[in-house]
């Protein structure tokens, strides 16, 4: 057999059938789904008089429109909003589809919830209509986006007529320096290749330096590479991805246990496997990393200045630098905020939360800024919560929120005033992401933290430990 890529390993494994030499149809093991891209979806199938073909493999939850302050019971307010996520429960129920709804103890972000459960394994394929989903990759478990005429045609037949990618590697090797983290590193990668530098692939990430990742951080890494274009990212799972999924999956003992691990044992590139593109990084050259216009590849370290675009860019450059109220030449480093935001479904687990808290310590957040800390799942939340992580946060002056997608996209009650510049550890940085006119700044939960601290973007090296 030729030699292929972990990537096509995972196609071949799930193709039911050739379609022509671009498209297959492709088998789906987990469909995730969200109360706003499901509603048309369902809708479309009961037009039809169609069932949901295999409702086990189905799974929903209630987080981007979902409220996340303190008040219980979580009562989502916008008329709109409330209807898409009692569409959704009615739904769920009507074909038998489990639900992390409204005040269930454990809801939270998708693609926070899904891994913790033990619900992605290696050599999966694992869609949702959320971009974001490239998340599972760190799992190896190949997931991507779908829309809404394709979520209809999974509950329908749980499979999906799929357009296939490029295969592309990534490849980091080295250590990362202390003070830097996976948000940096992807913040990096996006910056050298581009918004557009992976566009029609799906990237392979591999190194020393990923191996030395924590599954958390790969979950990071992978969540977002789709800023860079990339159509799937995935990691070959090694003993720490293993051990993370048997740990969350007690349904796999004894006689099953041997065989997963046999077949997970195969899910890697082999050695003469070809790729159409191939990037090379040196993790020592990573610095903390923080965006400066309106995409996640408008990135610079903390220590750079704003560039002067090249030609081709220029245009972007000039409407970012107008929107954000900056211009090239400048730093980064002493820049005010008005507004923390430590979440999202790239920056919101529990490792995210300590590595934040361990930054703020005992001191408080300074006047003028208004700091949140949205845990990603009701288990995130309730660990930090044993770990006197909340408290740390509360203590400091943070605001400490229920789970949901909360200010990553203001489609809930978390939105930022025009104007307000916000640094966040979410995945995007889009004009009018977080609200209308309001400036967003990516960045890792550490220097988010040290942002909440200071009141301006810092370098989080440079503060002495939280005391």
Not at 30 to 36: D, I
Not at 100 to 117: K, M, R, S, V, Y
Not at 283 to 301: F, M
Request: hydrophobic residues 45%; aromatic residues 4%.
């Amino acid at each position: 057999m030729n030699a292929r890529t972990l990537y096509r390993k995972l196609v071949d494994s799930h193709t039911v059938a050739p379609l022509d030499d671009q498209h297959v149809l492709l088998f789906c093991d987990l469909h995730l789904m969200n109360e706003y891209t499901s509603p048309q979806a369902f809708a479309g199938l009961h037009d039809k008089g169609r069932a949901v073909a295999v409702p086990g493999q189905n799974l929903a939850t209630v987080s981007h429109v979902i409220p996340t302050h303190a008040a219980l019971p979580r009562v989502i307010q916008d008329p709109a909003s409330a209807l898409q996520a009692t569409n959704l429960k009615r739904n769920c129920k009507l074909h038998g589809i489990a639900l992390f709804d409204t005040n269930d103890p454990l809801q939270g972000i998708e693609h926070i919830i899904a891994p913790e459960h033990g619900l992605i394994r290696p050599g999966m394929v694992v869609i949702c209509g959320d971009s974001h989903t490239t998340t599972y990759g760190a799992l190896g478990a190949l997931g991507f986006g779908i829309g809404t005429s394709e979520v209809e045609h999974v509950l329908a037949t749980q499979t999906l007529v799929y357009r296939l990618a490029r295969d592309m590697r990534i490849r980091v090797e080295g250590q990362l320096p202390v003070g830097t983290t996976a948000k940096d590193l992807i913040l990096m990668i996006i910056s050298r290749i581009g918004a557009q530098g992976a566009r029609g692939c799906v990237v392979e990430f591999c190194g020393q330096a990923i191996s030395a990742l924590s599954v958390e951080a790969r979950f990071t890494l992978c969540n977002m590479a789709v800023e860079a274009g990339a159509r799937g990212a995935l990691i070959a799972p090694d003993a720490a991805a293993i051990g993370y999924v048997l740990d969350r999956a007690p349904d796999i003992d004894g006689t099953q246990q041997a065989a997963a691990l046999a077949d997970w044992a195969t899910l890697h590139s082999d050695d003469a496997a070809h790729f159409d593109a191939e990037h090379a990084f040196d993790a020592a050259e990573v610095a903390p990393y923080v965006t400066w216009g309106t995409s996640p590849d408008q990135a610079i370290p903390i220590n750079g200045r704003i560039p002067a675009e090249g030609s081709a860019e220029a245009g972007n450059a000039e409407r970012a630098l107008r929107y954000t109220g900056l211009a090239p030449g400048h730093s980064l480093q002493g820049l005010p905020v008005q507004h923390v935001f430590i979440g999202s479904c790239t920056n919101a687990r529990i490792e995210d939360l300590r590595a934040a808290a361990g930054v703020v310590g005992q001191r408080r957040v300074a006047p003028g800024v208004r700091a949140m800390v949205v845990p990603g799942s009701g288990a995130v939340q309730a660990q930090a919560e044993a770990e006197g992580l909340a408290d740390v946060f509360k203590a400091a002056g943070f605001e400490w929120r229920r789970p949901g997608c909360s200010m990553c996209l203001a489609m809930n009650d978390d939105v930022l005033a025009p104007g307000q510049r916000c640094a966040s550890t979410t995945n995007r940085n889009f004009e009018g992401r977080q609200g209308r006119g309001a400036i967003t700044h990516l960045m890792s939960p550490a220097m988010a933290a040290a942002a909440a601290i200071t009141g301006h973007i810092t370098d989080v090296r440079q503060l002495e430990p939280g005391a």
